[in-house]
């Protein structure tokens, strides 16, 4: 945005005078010690500092500074952390959707106009220029040397955003994006860190700022490898006036002729396309910028040419390159002198991939809406359809992993732009249903899976489907796979959310987060799929679903034997990966859990008395905050983090990686299962029995047993099986079983076998394999509670039904031998944890009511025949969103302290859903 006007007013912090709504922001930067340049609402020059390019946003920020230094926007960048206020910069002020200010009321706006400053070595042929420059700007102070960059057309955009986000020109099919020029970029971060970014230092951070910068930081300046400026740039177009059919078949010639031609990356081009003079016809020109000798530009074109009709109007500016960038520029590249101008307008943009380029049914759909709707449409509008691809193109000649910016296989990129009347609000809605129209046309007729995307610098705020644009697969409800992607383990539950993404790496995960932030979605992490109320969903209606399924390697460290485990891998096939490497680790049984919930919020198996529960293994955690920060969490970094991550993972971010110990696979596991059907008196003692044997110090850690209770042979009787495995030497099993078998009645079925380690395992999980990679898991429709039992205060003898008992403590189980606030985990004192699971008939809905009556009654018989005060919990794995008190019974003493970090960690609640840590 350039003001009118560039109203100036440097006040003294200490006399400002100031609005009541403003006010205590001021206080609070006169506390601070920030001593700059800002304006307030009430100031005179506020107004038209805070007015938007596109006046369809009418944002109010908390205020404006102008910065003179770097180390005045850390102190404003602290500021807004400390005063819970959003910060954005804003360079030229060009943003679409009004991001420069925020792209909401109430943000810290931090304009960098002060920051102009560009400066060129000669020698490297490489320039240092600041975020705040402006694009015409930077082409006379790089002409003035010899030099140029690839770019866009209007001299007021600012090439913060520019080169954030992309940056494309005619010499980008030549000289690739502004942001691949890109060497080192100076930036200060969420906390107020100044920093540098290159591929030796912050790699990362390089890599995301290069496509998705805004997210990640303020960049106040770029170093960028600069080009000889052409000695000759001829600015060419021709116009064509066509009905839909003929205007169909002609863009379908070009997009053949970029496509198979020698289309030469001296050359950049454009199809553009306006209203036609009549309804049903469309006016077509070719425009671009050729860069060769003017000699052979006519030649270039000339098998375009050969099957076009002739134009209705040609025209050829030759010159040198600076010329040329004046032409393309309007006339002038002068930013100072003259205002820039608003709009009030709607854009949407199309990046068509080049390996699946627009069929010809997609070509008619497009040019009949443009021919017929665009003829009466309330806006003034035209469409740009550049070309990105082809032969040479430097810009998808660089892979696309290696910077942030996705969609470099694109063939075109098509803007489609609309304008209220006279330039002035209000924006008609007839505007946006005319574009939403035009892309469908397209969209609709292709292929179902076309891959294409849009382009961030043309940023759209009613794109459901935004993260497309960033190269990771999404889905919405408008997609064929949404359905699938959507519907939860537990069949109880229909949640809809407004995306599913499937980010490939922890970088898409911190910029699904902090742009769903911008838009106020709540985020949700699945990782498996398996929570028992479907928080991998959001536990509500529309959340964006981060789907980790592709962070699914697993990698052991030879010689720590430490595992580095992504938190999409589910747990057969960690089983199978650490087996290949000798190694094993404490889980669950089901093969599709996902390791990323189960190790976050628990995860016991019948090996966890030997060696502890999975969280207890976890040395470090790499985890995406609510702010899009990529933290690792571990003992000695961010360690109030680690704590809570180990027990209530899903409210504090999302983790996209573990390290964890290892044990050393056994060589032999013993697997056995004895079962009965008894009377309830008889089950009664039974139990009574198991656990009286649990307490005994001579039952050992290697030892992992349950209870799994069930409807008898007939009313009044009880299907009643002891199962586990013993991690000891097989010789040894009945001197370790036999004192409980010797308290029970005869036995009635058995099967003890010695297996391999990963064959238990296998055995355990229960449909025959390990591996779940391109096999669908199955789906349920229940209800479960649970119920874990004190280990000083054990169950009476009173209760009579139960379904599933598992002996998780013990005087030698190594669960509750870890002190109970090393972890945020809050049951290390149980004996027994209890599994009420109940199905609806066939697995499918609806769930009936009395399932849920069912479950209440067996709960309420234990509870009312125990002790007052029975300190007894429950289990966050078997988590229960009908359970009144679960702040009590999942996380104890624990969870004012977990409150407190919440509002540390995620003040803005990001991560909400049923059960989650309220702030």
């Not at 866009?152 to 954030?164: K, L, W």
């Not at 943009?349 to 997609?362: V, Y």
């Not at 005994?696 to 009044?716: M, N, Y």
């Not at 945020?824 to 697995?843: E, K």
Request: hydrophobic share 40%.
């Amino acid at each position: 945005m350039r003001l009118t006007q560039l109203l100036r007013s440097t006040f003294l912090l200490g006399v400002l005078h100031v609005s009541a709504w403003a006010q205590s922001i001021v206080e609070s930067i006169q506390e601070s010690g920030v001593n700059t340049t800002i304006f307030v609402p009430g100031d005179p020059a506020f107004t038209n500092l805070s007015r938007p390019f596109n006046l369809r946003f009418d944002f109010d920020p908390a205020l404006i500074s102008v910065p003179n230094s770097v180390q005045e926007i850390s102190q404003l960048v602290k500021l807004g952390e400390k005063i819970n206020h959003q910060v954005v910069a804003r360079s030229g002020g060009h943003s679409y959707v009004a991001n420069g200010l925020g792209g909401k009321d109430g943000s810290i706006v931090i304009d960098l106009r002060n920051f102009q400053k560009i400066t060129v070595d000669p020698k490297s042929g490489t320039a240092v220029i600041e975020s705040g420059a402006r694009l015409g700007d930077i082409v006379s102070a790089l002409v003035a040397h010899g030099r140029a960059l690839p770019h866009g057309t209007c001299p007021y955009v600012g090439i913060g955003g520019h080169a954030a986000y992309g940056g494309f020109g005619f010499t980008s099919r030549l000289w690739g994006l502004a942001l691949d020029t890109i060497i080192s970029m100076d930036v200060v971060l969420a906390d107020g860190t100044i920093t540098t970014a290159s591929a030796t230092q912050n790699p990362d951070l390089f890599w995301a700022m290069r496509g998705a910068g805004s997210s990640f930081g303020i960049t106040t300046s770029i170093t960028v490898r600069t080009f000889p400026a052409p000695s000759q740039g001829t600015i060419f177009s021709f116009n064509w006036q066509f009905t839909a059919d003929q205007a169909a078949v002609a863009l379908g010639k070009f997009q053949d002729f970029v496509l198979h031609s020698n289309f030469p990356p001296e050359i950049g081009a454009e199809i553009v396309l306006t209203p036609g003079a009549v309804q049903g016809n469309v006016s077509m020109g070719l425009a671009g910028g050729w860069y060769g000798p003017v000699d052979q530009l006519n030649s270039t074109l000339a098998p375009f040419m050969a099957v076009m009709p002739p134009p209705r109007t040609s025209s050829f500016d030759i010159g040198d390159y600076l010329h040329s960038a004046i032409n393309l520029a309007g006339g002038s590249l002068d930013t100072m002198s003259a205002p820039d101008g608003t709009d009030t307008f709607y854009a949407k943009s199309l990046m068509t991939p080049q390996s699946s380029p627009m069929s010809d049914g997609a070509l008619k759909a497009f040019m009949s809406v443009l021919a017929n709707e665009g003829f009466t449409a309330p806006v003034g509008w035209f469409i740009q359809a550049e070309v990105f691809g082809g032969n040479g193109s430097a810009i998808n000649a660089i892979k696309t992993a290696d910077t942030a910016f996705s969609r470099r296989d694109a063939l075109f990129t098509i803007q489609f732009y609309a304008s209220s009347h006279g330039n002035v609000p209000p924006y008609p809605e007839g505007g946006f249903t005319f574009l939403d129209n035009i892309v469908n046309s397209i969209v609709k007729n292709s292929p179902k899976d076309w891959d294409y995307g849009a382009y961030t610098n043309y940023i759209d705020d009613r794109l459901v489907d935004w993260q497309k644009s960033q190269g990771f697969k999404v889905l919405t409800s408008t997609d064929s796979g949404y359905a699938s992607a959507s519907a939860a383990f537990n069949r109880r539950y229909t949640f809809k959310p407004a995306a599913v993404t499937y980010p490939r790496n922890t970088q898409d995960v911190s910029t699904i987060v902090k742009i769903s932030a911008q838009y106020n979605y709540s985020v949700a992490a699945r990782s498996g799929g398996h929570s028992y109320i479907a928080n991998a969903l959001g536990g509500k209606d529309g959340a964006v679903v981060v789907d980790l399924s592709l962070l699914n390697t697993v990698k052991v460290n030879s010689s720590s034997k430490v595992a580095t485990i992504g938190t999409g891998n589910r747990l057969g096939d960690v089983a199978l990966a650490l087996n290949n490497n000798g190694r094993a680790m404490p889980h669950g049984t089901c093969p599709y859990v996902g390791i990323g919930g189960h190790s976050g919020h628990g995860g016991f198996g019948f090996a966890s008395r030997a060696w502890g529960l999975t969280l207890d293994t976890i040395q470090s955690l790499e985890v995406v905050l609510a702010n899009g920060t990529i933290a690792t969490a571990s003992t000695s970094n961010y360690p109030d983090l680690f704590w809570a991550l180990r027990g209530s993972s899903s409210s504090f971010g999302i983790v996209t990686s573990i390290s964890a110990n290892t044990f050393a696979a056994p060589s032999s596991v013993t697997t056995f299962s004895y079962i009965w059907d008894l009377s309830t008196s008889a089950a009664t003692s039974a139990t009574l029995a198991f656990q009286t044997f649990s307490l005994a110090s001579s039952t050992p850690a290697e030892l992992g047993l349950e209870i799994v209770l069930g409807r008898g042979s007939s009313k009044g009787r009880v299907f009643f099986q002891i199962q586990g495995a013993y991690y000891g030497s097989n010789s040894n099993f009945n001197n370790v079983i036999n004192p409980l078998l010797n308290k029970l009645p005869s036995v009635q079925s058995k099967s003890v076998t010695a297996r391999t380690y990963i064959d238990s395992v296998k055995f355990f999980g229960g449909i025959g394999r390990l591996n779940t990679t391109g096999q669908p898991d199955e789906t349920d429709t229940f209800y479960a509670k649970s119920l874990m039992t004190p280990q000083g205060s054990p169950m009476s003898n009173a209760a009579e039904w139960f379904i599933e008992i598992e002996l998780w403590g013990g005087p030698t189980s190594v669960i509750n031998s870890v002190p109970l606030d090393a972890t945020s985990f809050g049951r290390r004192n149980s004996l027994l944890t209890i599994q009420f699971y109940t199905s609806a008939p066939n697995y499918v809905p609806p769930f009936p009511q009395q399932g849920f009556t069912l479950l209440d009654d067996m709960i309420s018989l234990i509870v009312q025949n125990s002790p007052s005060g029975w300190d007894y919990g429950a289990y966050t794995n078997y988590i229960d969103d009908r359970l009144s008190n679960w702040q009590q019974q999942y996380y104890g003493s624990h969870y004012s302290r977990l409150e407190s970090l919440k509002r540390s960690y995620d003040p803005k609640n990001m991560f909400r859903f049923p059960t989650s840590i309220e702030e």
